[in-house]
């Protein structure tokens, strides 16, 4: 893609920045009992000034899409200036989001902005989702009504599942044809200590259970990442500005890339880009309403 900025890769070998998952406001409204990131260890944020300073530090590092997530970043009181902010530098934007704070209004206001909204979506069971800790018994439906409006603005969908013991021999497909997303995106739940150690027991599934439930949902062409491809593979990007790896099983952080090279820091925590390909982290995102799941 043209990107001068690379990240060594144990290899004397550097890769572009293409992609980071900006985890930018640590605290939640749900309690996922599977949560990869609760960051309870996290106990402040950037300034918003700071926090407008990160896109141009990215984009100057080769960063081509930058995705806004958390907790739940709707709880961030300048989300909509951070966007902005990307969007002007021409990076793709996508928002992450459970969909409980997402409005008609917030969508209308920021389509012009935002390339890609995500939302979470565990089960097409409500009683299921509030088992899982997401919502309040209400999820789904509340999750079907927003989605018209992203549709509506011409926003591309993507939907994020996770799969766990309570949802592996689920069949979905019914909902996810009705939400109708460009990409749906299934994660088989993973352990990280320090984040979900309480729950994740209970939940946890086999590698042979995931497979079960992507092959049930073959014919919706599901990007499925099992525990071994997950690891490793992602940029992130704490509210601290810091990236942190999950490679060792547990968060680890670099230093604020606003005091270092964003490579340096980077080297500090590592990324196998090899498993980005691997696992279609390289897509075109720059398709707007083109691409179609089915």
């Given at each position: 893609m043209g990107c001068e900025q690379k990240h060594l890769n144990h290899t004397n070998e550097y890769f572009p920045l293409v992609s980071v998952n900006w985890h930018l406001w640590p605290r939640c409204l749900n309690n996922c009992k599977f949560c990869f990131g609760t960051f309870n260890e996290i106990k402040s944020v950037l300034t918003k000034e700071e926090a407008l300073r990160i896109p141009s530090v990215l984009k100057s590092a080769g960063t081509e899409k930058l995705s806004f997530t958390g907790g739940e970043p709707l709880l961030c009181p300048h989300l909509g200036d951070l966007i902005i902010e990307a969007k002007n530098l021409d990076l793709t934007t996508m928002l992450i989001t459970s969909g409980s704070l997402l409005t008609k209004k917030f969508i209308e206001e920021y389509s012009s902005y935002i390339d890609w909204i995500a939302l979470s979506v565990d089960s097409s069971n409500e009683e299921t989702?509030?088992?899982?800790?997401?919502?309040?018994?209400?999820?789904?439906?509340?999750?079907?009504?927003?989605?018209?409006?992203?549709?509506i603005a011409g926003i591309n969908l993507k939907i994020n599942t996770v799969v766990t013991s309570l949802n592996w021999e689920e069949e979905m497909s019914e909902l996810i044809?009705?939400?109708?997303?460009?990409?749906?995106?299934?994660?088989?739940?993973?352990?990280?200590?320090?984040?979900?150690?309480?729950?994740?027991?209970?939940?946890?599934?086999?590698?042979?259970?995931?497979?079960?439930?992507?092959?049930?949902?073959?014919?919706?062409?599901?990007?499925?990442?099992?525990?071994?491809?997950?690891?490793?593979?992602?940029?992130?990007?704490?509210?601290?500005?810091?990236?942190?790896?999950?490679?060792?099983?547990?968060?680890?952080?670099?230093?604020?890339?606003?005091?270092?090279?964003?490579?340096?820091?980077?080297?500090?925590?590592?990324?196998?880009?090899?498993?980005?390909?691997?696992?279609g982290g390289n897509y075109n995102w720059n398709l707007k309403m083109k691409e179609e799941l089915f």
């Open positions: 989702q509030y088992k899982l800790g997401r919502g309040s018994g209400n999820h789904i439906q509340k999750i079907k009504e927003i989605v018209q409006d992203i549709h044809r009705e939400l109708s997303p460009q990409r749906w995106k299934v994660f088989q739940v993973l352990s990280v200590k320090g984040q979900n150690d309480d729950y994740f027991q209970s939940l946890q599934i086999s590698n042979k259970q995931f497979e079960t439930f992507i092959s049930m949902h073959k014919n919706l062409n599901p990007v499925a990442e099992n525990n071994k491809i997950m690891r490793g593979s992602y940029l992130m990007l704490d509210a601290l500005g810091r990236f942190f790896q999950n490679s060792k099983g547990y968060l680890e952080y670099s230093n604020s890339i606003l005091g270092t090279n964003p490579q340096e820091a980077l080297d500090k925590v590592g990324w196998d880009y090899q498993k980005f390909l691997k696992r």
